[in-house]
């Protein structure tokens, strides 16, 4: 049972707050980053922690772990197309400002919508056709693509230098997580979402861990904050999906999962605090434009 339905304005509170323990998450990264971590021991210690948490979840409520033969396999692509995204934004966290590479990362419901229609699905609604372009300027001003924003006029040539790479990961990061979301929908709707998750992320921390140790790419943390950083960012990740699984069903809207795209604008002033990572005014409103036309793009009627 899931109980009595949380009231909306409670209900939207707490998804805020949980968004706010995501964004953590990446702020932790970052942290551990520059201690010494690399991606790959991050991506490792986090999926491998998550699944843990998650399987214990499964068996407080007592969840079957039971699995049907066809959908094995489309779990395991789902999760093999996760673990590129975890890395990827990962890299991304790890070259440029964690705040606007989750931006970048964030226009994944748009990839997906024409990852869907280019797939053979319905034609994006006319809310999405509008809200598609707002976004990407919206984007464009967050990252400051002409080099206009900071001490020094550079340029747009001098600012892609600067977050290129970085804008590049999230980019993959965005594709690669449409494509996850739209072999779900397609193929494993039917699965309950703790078990999928659980799955999901037990081969995320496999491909990495054994990826990280034919390549011999794994650098432990240099120091105690390193650790203590390592060990947040896993405790927050799994906090924060653990919880999501179990408001979800409470909430009783589908469409409260567009409040979790308040993480970037709640990462703007925890990176800011914690990482002294500060952006420009235009590009804080780049943020809430991007923020809101993607919020708004999943309003909508389904």
Same mark, same amino acid.
């Given at each position: 049972?899931?109980?009595?339905?949380?009231?909306?304005?409670?209900?939207?509170?707490?998804?805020?707050?949980?968004?706010?323990?995501?964004?953590?998450?990446?702020?932790?990264?970052?942290?551990?980053?520059?201690?010494?971590?690399?991606?790959?021991?991050?991506?490792?210690?986090?999926?491998?922690?998550? !699944?843990? @948490?998650?399987?214990?979840? %499964?068996?407080? #409520? =007592?969840? $079957? /772990?039971?699995?049907?033969?066809?959908? *094995?396999?489309?779990?395991?692509?789902?999760?093999?197309?996760?673990?590129?995204?975890?890395?990827?934004?990962?890299?991304?966290?790890?070259?440029?400002?964690?705040?606007?590479?989750?931006?970048?990362?964030?226009?994944?419901?748009?990839?997906?919508?024409?990852?869907?229609?280019?797939?053979?699905?319905?034609?994006?609604?006319?809310?999405?056709?509008?809200?598609?372009?707002?976004?990407?300027?919206?984007?464009?001003?967050?990252?400051?693509?002409?080099?206009?924003?900071?001490?020094?006029?550079?340029?747009?040539?001098?600012?892609? !230098?600067? @977050?290129?790479?970085?804008? %590049?990961?999230? #980019? =993959?990061? $965005? /594709?690669?997580?449409?494509?996850?979301? *739209?072999?779900?929908?397609?193929?494993?709707?039917?699965?309950?979402?703790?078990?999928?998750?659980?799955?999901?992320?037990?081969?995320?921390?496999?491909?990495?861990?054994?990826?990280?140790?034919?390549?011999?790419?794994?650098?432990?943390?240099?120091?105690?904050?390193?650790?203590?950083?390592?060990?947040?960012?896993?405790?927050?990740?799994?906090?924060?999906?653990?919880?999501?699984?179990?408001?979800?069903?409470?909430?009783?809207?589908?469409?409260?999962?567009?409040?979790?795209?308040?993480?970037?604008?709640?990462?703007?002033?925890? !990176?800011?605090?914690?990482?002294?990572?500060?952006?420009?005014?235009?590009?804080? /409103?780049?943020?809430?434009?991007?923020?809101?036309?993607?919020?708004?793009?999943?309003?909508?009627?389904?």
């Amino acid at each position: 049972m899931a109980g009595q339905p949380i009231p909306r304005p409670a209900g939207v509170a707490l998804m805020m707050v949980i968004a706010t323990v995501f964004g953590s998450n990446h702020i932790a990264a970052r942290v551990a980053f520059d201690h010494g971590t690399n991606v790959t021991t991050a991506v490792a210690f986090r999926s491998a922690g998550t !699944a843990l @948490i998650v399987l214990m979840l %499964l068996l407080f #409520t =007592g969840t $079957s /772990l039971k699995v049907e033969r066809k959908n *094995l396999g489309r779990t395991l692509v789902v999760g093999l197309l996760i673990s590129v995204q975890s890395y990827c934004l990962y890299s991304s966290v790890a070259a440029i400002p964690v705040a606007l590479a989750l931006l970048a990362f964030n226009t994944h419901p748009m990839a997906l919508s024409l990852l869907s229609w280019a797939s053979g699905g319905e034609r994006p609604a006319r809310r999405m056709l509008v809200a598609m372009p707002v976004a990407l300027a919206g984007l464009a001003l967050a990252l400051d693509v002409w080099g206009r924003s900071g001490a020094h006029l550079i340029g747009m040539a001098g600012r892609w !230098a600067e @977050i290129g790479a970085g804008v %590049l990961w999230a #980019t =993959g990061a $965005s /594709l690669s997580f449409a494509c996850a979301m *739209l072999l779900t929908a397609h193929k494993l709707g039917g699965m309950d979402g703790r078990l999928r998750s659980f799955l999901t992320m037990s081969v995320v921390a496999v491909a990495t861990i054994a990826g990280g140790a034919v390549a011999g790419d794994f650098a432990l943390p240099a120091d105690g904050t390193g650790w203590l950083a390592l060990a947040a960012l896993t405790a927050l990740y799994g906090t924060a999906i653990t919880s999501l699984f179990v408001l979800l069903p409470k909430l009783g809207a589908v469409n409260n999962m567009a409040i979790l795209n308040f993480e970037p604008i709640a990462v703007l002033g925890i !990176a800011w605090v914690a990482l002294g990572q500060a952006v420009a005014p235009l590009q804080v /409103l780049g943020a809430f434009i991007v923020i809101g036309a993607i919020m708004w793009m999943g309003s909508g009627k389904k």
